[in-house]
């Protein structure tokens, strides 16, 4: 479940005082939980990789996201008509974040490494950098999530307190009615400021990685000219600053309030764990597959719609136990985990519905910022 290589990589990213975390040790449960799922593709003649549902779902995003585009640019007039286009083409946009470049990033989306890189690449098409979410999503929050000081995505500065590891401020008691509105910039931050310092400073958060060079390199400046590109340049030539600015904001806006959502529901929520390291050897008392159950929170699992959208991540436990399988098998997978958890004692969080995840969040939230 936890591959060799990730386990590697995160070694790079050690960095004083951060020291090496030591997993509790195997109970039997991870290497069954291997063996039925291992049985459920055998047995139903299901695809890890390369399936015809991915590629289609792949087709039906990226003509989605130029037909949109093309509409809003070179076709809408009126605001009416403007405000739904932007909507829609945050929401596709995001769509392609959690199904395309997600699957890719994991290479979960083929056997084939280089397609997985050219959908990985995806993220850098609509304004991100593929290299560095690598290393600050598939290395760092997948082997840490939920440690404060380990898992970056529970950093958000001084403007939150997300784990109970966090120093709290005053202004904090409303952090679950403003950071509602502050996700909202998430990926305007993104797009100008977090992958431009990520590489000069040769750090996410505080940790160190490798930065990015020659080809990656390439990608990531290719990538950025492209995307503004797309955002600003071209549609400058047939509209004002201001008209551009504004579509791009709320296009942006619409991007960041859906991503970060989305995020928060599957692990900043009452029922998630936010263990700490302990002692001078920094353990952490579960094994790793246990440890990814107890920190992350499913929602909506019985919705495909939702599990469509958001690229199967209503069902983060799955995907964080098996991030190298294509999404489309999560509902499946989800049965055996469901079962081996209530076999072995394992507590297995889950949400009926996207709204009752919100509910979650914003208690969490609420709690952190009075305590």
């Known amino acids: ?30 290497p069954e939980l291997r063996r039925r799922v291992d049985e459920l593709f055998l047995s139903n003649n299901l695809k890890k990789h390369d399936c015809p549902q991915m590629y289609f779902k792949t087709a039906v995003l990226l003509l989605s996201f130029f037909g949109l585009y093309s509409v809003l640019v070179f076709v809408a007039q009126t605001w009416w008509q403007v405000i739904p286009l932007c909507i829609m083409l945050g929401v ?65 500065g001084l403007f939150g307190r997300l784990s109970p590891s966090h120093p709290r401020l005053a ?24 992958d ?34 797309m955002a600003l340049a071209i549609p400058l030539l047939s509209h004002s600053v201001l008209q551009v600015l504004a579509s791009y904001g709320l296009v942006a806006v619409t991007l960041g309030i859906v991503l970060s959502v989305v995020f928060q529901l599957a692990h900043v929520v009452e029922e998630a764990s936010f263990p700490m390291p302990v002692g001078e050897i920094c353990a952490i008392e579960n094994d790793w597959a246990v440890h990814q159950i107890e920190t992350t929170v499913n929602f909506s699992r019985n919705n ?30 989800s049965r055996i985990v469901e079962q081996t958890c209530q076999e072995y004692g394992v507590k297995y969080n889950q949400h009926g519905s996207f709204w009752l995840g919100c509910v979650s969040h914003f208690r969490w939230l609420r709690r952190m910022g009075a305590s």
């Open 304 to 333: 495909a719609l939702v599990t469509w959208l958001l690229g199967g991540l209503n069902f983060q436990i799955e995907h964080h136990l098996f991030p190298n399988i294509c999404h489309v098998n999560y509902p499946e997978i």
């Open 1 to 30: 479940m936890q591959e060799r290589n990730e386990s590697q990589q995160s070694m790079v990213l050690e960095k004083e005082p951060a020291k090496k975390l030591k997993f509790g040790k195997n109970n039997g449960f991870q």
């Open 92 to 156: 596709v946009t995001a769509g392609i974040g959690f199904s395309i470049q997600h699957d890719g990033a994991h290479h979960a989306y083929s056997n084939s490494l280089w397609v997985n890189k050219l959908m990985s690449m995806s993220l850098d098409l609509i304004g991100g950098s593929s290299y560095i979410w690598h290393w600050k999503h598939d290395v760092l929050h997948h082997t840490y999530v939920n440690i404060a000081g380990y898992d970056m995505d529970l950093e958000v």
């Open 196 to 229: 431009f310092y990520c590489l000069i400073a040769g750090k996410i958060g505080d940790r160190t990685y490798p930065r990015p060079k020659q080809g990656n390199l390439a990608i990531f400046f290719g990538g950025k000219l492209i995307f503004f590109t």
């Open 171 to 194: 202004f904090h008691r409303w952090q679950h009615y403003y950071l509602w509105m502050l996700y909202g910039l998430l990926a305007i931050k993104w797009h100008f400021y977090d």
